[in-house]
Each structure stands twice: as structure tokens, then as C-alpha cells.
């Protein structure tokens, strides 16, 4: 058992089923690596606020050589194998995802903090992508167009955008590595993915899992570091043809702004402040659960987590009492201990970032229904009670800002347009939710929405075979689904002629 996994063994009392997944080093041009002068960066435990681990933390320089790598990984790779070949690569990589999901899991949950269920939901959902692309690989048609030209065929073919940076989040350590680099590999591409510091170790323990697949260790690399230079290095350098991240709106702004020196094709997933819309005539122990699932999900930090909670004036004492049942249900704590259903916020800035907005909204007229603090008993850990606050207004800072945390606001409304307005009132636009029976109302709402992903009378969409994006500053390009390939290939028009 390596170091690391036996101290984690002894700290957690979990043990790994295969201790090697436990890496703490970086995936460099082609083999797994020390960063220079042994480098290190702590990641925390966030229930305790501990150091869980270290991790090597590299510089600019290997981000340059993984890149480099990269370069030739790609064009090999893409000359060597079919997309047959390469969807059954992504086959296996998924069935050892499977295979390794308690593993995978425990990993997960000490790093990020969510619960070992949720983790193991995130495990599921990061599987479903690769299993997606591992299919998606074989159905990149290209096109024969009628040509106005006589004698004359048009053709398309779809082919690898080449080198990719990857630039991912703490939230999802998992699935959000698998929804960008399935089908970067699935297309021909390489990647090079500088994880998150808070919660690198997912996504080590993945390209793992990856090369033991087969996967080629100069397509996949994974460079942890704390060097903000080295997410700039990876939308500046020329080599690097596509870059995706997702994170928040000012990094995406300032990271777009970078790509564009050389024209690199890019995905952006960005903020969200979702409304959540609940009509008079909407079932509302649907919507209660619809709430919970969509606010309280990974302690309210997803990008699609319910920000605006807007309730008909006729139901929202009703609304609110279902909501507040089940939310004291929730039972804080570790993640990986048994019974805990909610765990706790990535770090300390987090937690100040809720109070402030409880703090605000308080003070602006809302209503504490339950929770409004820091729990007691659970140490140093960043905690913070899942709170609900009614009679919210426009005026307060939860209605222009993410909170990120597990904050229910509830704004009261009266009128479908105006709720419609205020609901389009940002300049984000990633998801929105809404409640009702009346299905004309239903086909209105979802049009008038202004967001890349509207769920109706559901608290949950996200899944392999959907669109996952924004539109407004939430940003660009999708994630999964039938387009997710064509973010990582561009097409090839082929006029052939004349014939005779
Ligand atoms: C995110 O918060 O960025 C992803 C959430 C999801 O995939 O559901």
C-alpha cells in the first residue's frame, strides 16, 4: 500500500480496494511523475478542514511539455486507430471506471466533501459520458451535398481539433473530467487537463484508469498545479487548438479573451443563477422534492442548482412548509460517515459567502424558515445549515449573485409574465425550472425561459444524452449529448471534380 492510501486508511477507515488509485503525482509526457524539487500544494478535507493530502505541484514548464507531448501523442493516436477502436477504448475505460466505483467514490467524497452516496452517483453520471462517447465515436457522420458546380461532389469529414486544455472544477471531480476528455479521445483528440487543486485526486485516479484501459499515455495527461500561469499557458499557446472550462464567468471571460490570440475553438460553462419557478396549479410535493434535488444537490454547489426560488403568492406558505420538512431531514456530517445526507462546503470562503447572503437577505426583510447558521459540534469543518428564507426581493444580494451554497430563497410572485421577467432578469442563462400541470402554460414557459437547459416539472435533467450548456454569459458550446463531439472536431469541406 502506498503512503498515501495507508494514511488514508488509517485517518478515514477507508480502505482502498486497490491503493495504487491513490495518486498524488502528475501525469506527464507519457508516465507518472514527481513535480521539480519535489513541489507540493495541500488539499483540504473539508469536513474537518484538515490537510488530507499533498499533491505534486507542477510549473509552466511540464504544462509546456504536456503539451508538447500531446502534439505527437495526437497525431499517432488518430493515424493508429480507428473510431471503432477508439469507442471500444472508451468501453473499457468505463467498465474500469465500474469496476473501481467504491474506490473512485471514497476518493471523491474526502476530497470534495459530498456524501458517498452522492459520490457514487457522480461516479455513475462521470461513467455514463465515456459509455455515451465510447458510441457517439462511431456515429461522426460527415455529409455529401449536392454541388452547384456540374460534374462536381461536395463532401464533409469530421476530424480531431488536435491538442486540448481542459480546465476543470471542484464541484464535480469526477464527471466533469469525463464529459469533456470522452469525446475529445473519442474524436482523435489528446488532452492535456489541469485539474482543480482543491480536489485534484479524481481525476488522477481516471487517467489511471485510462491508461489501463489502453488509452495512450501521451493522449491523456494530468498536470495538477496551484500556478494560475499554467491555465493561461494552456489558452495561449499556439499548439493547443481547443480549450474547455468550466468555472466561473470572470475566469471564463479572461480565459476566452486568451484563446482568441490564436483562434482556438472554445467551450465555455459558466455561472448560472437559476430561477425556480413553482405555479398555483403545479403539484407541490413534486415541486417540494423538485426543490430539494435541484437546491440541496452537493450542498447547493452545482452550477445548475436552484438560485431564485419564486413561488405563487397563493401557495407559498404551503410550498415553503414541504420544503422546510424535508430539508430538516438532511443530517450533516463526513461524507463517507454513515447516515450523513448532507456534507459540507469546499472551503472557509464559501461559507462566508452564504452568511453574507442569509446576512443581506435578513436584513432586506426576508423570513428565517430554518437554519441561518454555522452548525455547532461539527468542528472546524465548513458547514453550514441548510437555511430557507421566504419573502426574498429583487433588492437583495442572493437575487443577482450565486450563492453556491444551501440557501433557498424564496421570492413570492403573482402574475406568469412578470415571473417570466424577473426569471430572465440576468445575465446568465444557464437552467431553469418550472412547475405546473397546464400543459399550454408549460410549452409558454419553456419557450419565454431564457437558458440553455429547462427542466419542467423536474429538479434534475442532467444526463449523458442532454445538451448541457448556457446561452448569455453563462457561456457556450454543449457538453454530452449527440453535439458534445463536434466541440472537438472541425469539419473538412472536400470539393471533388470535375467528373465527366
Ligand atoms: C456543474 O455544476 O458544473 C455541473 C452540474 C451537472 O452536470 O449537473
Same mark, same amino acid.
Not at 448560472?272 to 407541490?284: H, K, Q, R, S
Given at each position: 500500500?502506498?503512503?498515501?492510501?495507508?494514511?488514508?486508511?488509517?485517518?478515514?477507515?477507508? $480502505?482502498?480496494?486497490?491503493?495504487?488509485?491513490?495518486?498524488?503525482?502528475?501525469?506527464?509526457?507519457?508516465?507518472? %511523475?514527481?513535480?521539480?524539487? &519535489?513541489?507540493?500544494? +495541500?488539499?483540504?478535507? +473539508?469536513?474537518?478542514?484538515? !490537510?488530507?493530502?499533498?499533491?505534486?505541484?507542477?510549473?509552466?514548464?511540464?504544462?509546456?511539455?504536456?503539451? =508538447?507531448?500531446?502534439?505527437?501523442?495526437?497525431?499517432?493516436?488518430? $493515424?493508429?486507430?480507428?473510431?471503432?477502436?477508439? #469507442?471500444?477504448?472508451?468501453?473499457?475505460?468505463?467498465?474500469?471506471?465500474?469496476?473501481?466505483?467504491?474506490?473512485?467514490?471514497?476518493?471523491?467524497?474526502?476530497?470534495?466533501?459530498?456524501?458517498?452516496?452522492?459520490?457514487?452517483?457522480?461516479?455513475?453520471?462521470?461513467?455514463?459520458?465515456?459509455?455515451? /462517447?465510447?458510441?457517439?465515436?462511431?456515429?461522426?457522420? #460527415?455529409? !455529401?451535398?449536392?454541388?452547384?458546380?456540374?460534374?462536381?461532389?461536395?463532401?464533409?469529414?469530421? *476530424?480531431?481539433?488536435?491538442?486540448?486544455?481542459?480546465?476543470?472544477?471542484?464541484?464535480?471531480?469526477?464527471?466533469?473530467?469525463?464529459?469533456?476528455?470522452?469525446?475529445?479521445?473519442?474524436?482523435?483528440?489528446?488532452?492535456?487537463?489541469?485539474?482543480?487543486?482543491?480536489?485534484?485526486?479524481?481525476?488522477?485516479?481516471?487517467?489511471?484508469?485510462?491508461?489501463?484501459?489502453?488509452?495512450?499515455?501521451?493522449?491523456?495527461? !494530468?498536470?495538477?498545479?496551484?500556478? %494560475?500561469?499554467?491555465?493561461?499557458?494552456?489558452?495561449?499557446?499556439?499548439?493547443?487548438?481547443?480549450?474547455?472550462?468550466?468555472?466561473?464567468?470572470?475566469?471564463?471571460?479572461?480565459?476566452?479573451?486568451?484563446?482568441?490570440?490564436?483562434?482556438?475553438?472554445?467551450?465555455?460553462?459558466?455561472?448560472?443563477?437559476?430561477?425556480?419557478?413553482?405555479?398555483?396549479?403545479? &403539484?407541490? &410535493?413534486?415541486?417540494?422534492?423538485?426543490?430539494?434535488?435541484?437546491?440541496? %444537490?452537493?450542498?447547493? =454547489?452545482?452550477?445548475?442548482?436552484?438560485?431564485?426560488?419564486?413561488?405563487?403568492?397563493?401557495?407559498?406558505?404551503?410550498?415553503?412548509? @414541504?420544503?422546510?420538512?424535508?430539508?430538516? =431531514?438532511?443530517?450533516? #456530517?463526513?461524507?463517507?460517515?454513515?447516515?450523513?445526507? =448532507?456534507?459540507?462546503?469546499?472551503?472557509?470562503?464559501?461559507?462566508?459567502?452564504?452568511?453574507?447572503?442569509?446576512?443581506?437577505?435578513? @436584513?432586506?426583510?426576508?423570513?428565517?424558515?430554518?437554519?441561518?447558521? %454555522?452548525?455547532?459540534?461539527?468542528?472546524?469543518?465548513?458547514?453550514?445549515?441548510?437555511?430557507?428564507?421566504?419573502?426574498?426581493?429583487?433588492?437583495?444580494? !442572493?437575487?443577482?449573485?450565486?450563492?453556491? #451554497? +444551501?440557501?433557498?430563497?424564496?421570492?413570492?410572485?403573482?402574475?406568469?409574465?412578470?415571473?417570466? *421577467?424577473?426569471?430572465? *432578469?440576468?445575465? /446568465?442563462?444557464?437552467?431553469?425550472?418550472?412547475?405546473? @400541470?397546464?400543459?399550454?402554460?408549460?410549452?409558454?414557459?419553456?419557450?419565454?425561459?431564457?437558458?440553455?437547459?429547462?427542466?419542467?416539472?423536474?429538479?434534475?435533467?442532467?444526463?449523458?444524452?442532454?445538451?448541457?450548456?448556457?446561452?448569455?454569459?453563462?457561456?457556450?458550446?454543449?457538453?454530452?449529448?449527440?453535439?458534445?463531439?463536434? *466541440?472537438?472536431?472541425?469539419?473538412?469541406?472536400?470539393?471533388?471534380?470535375?467528373?465527366?
Amino acid at each position: 500500500m502506498s503512503a498515501a492510501a495507508d494514511d488514508f486508511a488509517k485517518r478515514y477507515s477507508l $480502505k482502498l480496494a486497490d491503493p495504487s488509485l491513490l495518486i498524488t503525482q502528475g501525469l506527464v509526457a507519457g508516465r507518472w %511523475r514527481s513535480a521539480p524539487e &519535489d513541489s507540493k500544494f +495541500p488539499v483540504y478535507e +473539508p469536513a474537518s478542514g484538515t !490537510v488530507l493530502l499533498e499533491c505534486a505541484n507542477f510549473t509552466r514548464n511540464e504544462i509546456i511539455e504536456a503539451i =508538447q507531448s500531446a502534439e505527437t501523442g495526437q497525431k499517432q493516436y488518430f $493515424k493508429s486507430t480507428t473510431a471503432k477502436e477508439r #469507442g471500444a477504448l472508451l468501453r473499457i475505460w468505463h467498465d474500469l471506471i465500474q469496476a473501481n466505483k467504491e474506490d473512485l467514490a471514497g476518493i471523491l467524497s474526502l476530497e470534495n466533501g459530498k456524501t458517498l452516496e452522492e459520490a457514487k452517483g457522480e461516479v455513475a453520471y462521470a461513467a455514463s459520458f465515456v459509455a455515451w /462517447f465510447s458510441e457517439e465515436a462511431t456515429r461522426s457522420y #460527415g455529409d !455529401v451535398i449536392p454541388s452547384s458546380y456540374r460534374h462536381t461532389t461536395v463532401m464533409t469529414f469530421k *476530424e480531431p481539433v488536435g491538442v486540448c486544455g481542459i480546465i476543470t472544477p471542484w464541484n464535480f471531480p469526477a464527471a466533469m473530467i469525463t464529459r469533456k476528455i470522452a469525446p475529445a479521445l473519442a474524436a482523435g483528440c489528446s488532452v492535456v487537463i489541469k485539474p482543480p487543486s482543491e480536489t485534484p485526486f479524481s481525476a488522477l485516479a481516471l487517467a489511471e484508469l485510462a491508461m489501463r484501459a489502453g488509452i495512450p499515455s501521451t493522449v491523456i495527461h !494530468v498536470v495538477p498545479t496551484k500556478d %494560475r500561469s499554467a491555465a493561461s499557458e494552456l489558452a495561449t499557446n499556439p499548439i493547443v487548438k481547443k480549450l474547455s472550462f468550466t468555472g466561473s464567468t470572470g475566469v471564463g471571460k479572461y480565459l476566452a479573451g486568451l484563446a482568441s490570440q490564436t483562434m482556438k475553438k472554445v467551450s465555455m460553462e459558466l455561472g448560472g443563477n437559476a430561477p425556480f419557478i413553482v405555479f398555483e396549479d403545479a &403539484d407541490l &410535493d413534486l415541486a417540494a422534492l423538485g426543490a430539494m434535488q435541484c437546491k440541496f %444537490r452537493s450542498t447547493g =454547489q452545482t452550477c445548475v442548482c436552484a438560485n431564485r426560488i419564486f413561488i405563487h403568492r397563493d401557495v407559498v406558505d404551503t410550498f415553503a412548509e @414541504k420544503l422546510k420538512e424535508r430539508v430538516q =431531514q438532511l443530517k450533516l #456530517g463526513l461524507g463517507i460517515a454513515t447516515g450523513v445526507t =448532507q456534507g459540507p462546503l469546499v472551503n472557509l470562503a464559501a461559507v462566508k459567502k452564504i452568511e453574507s447572503h442569509v446576512e443581506d437577505a435578513l @436584513k432586506l426583510g426576508g423570513e428565517l424558515v430554518c437554519g441561518g447558521k %454555522r452548525p455547532t459540534g461539527l468542528g472546524e469543518g465548513y458547514f453550514y445549515e441548510p437555511t430557507i428564507v421566504k419573502n426574498a426581493t429583487p433588492d437583495m444580494i !442572493v437575487s443577482r449573485d450565486e450563492t453556491f #451554497g +444551501p440557501l433557498a430563497a424564496i421570492f413570492p410572485f403573482s402574475d406568469e409574465d412578470d415571473v417570466v *421577467e424577473q426569471a430572465n *432578469e440576468t445575465e /446568465f442563462g444557464l437552467a431553469s425550472y418550472f412547475y405546473s @400541470k397546464d400543459v399550454h402554460r408549460c410549452m409558454r414557459v419553456a419557450r419565454a425561459l431564457e437558458s440553455g437547459m429547462v427542466g419542467v416539472n423536474v429538479g434534475m435533467m442532467s444526463a449523458a444524452e442532454t445538451p448541457f450548456g448556457g446561452v448569455k454569459e453563462s457561456g457556450y458550446g454543449r457538453e454530452g449529448s449527440k453535439y458534445g463531439l463536434d *466541440e472537438y472536431q472541425t469539419i473538412k469541406a472536400v470539393t471533388l471534380g470535375p467528373g465527366q
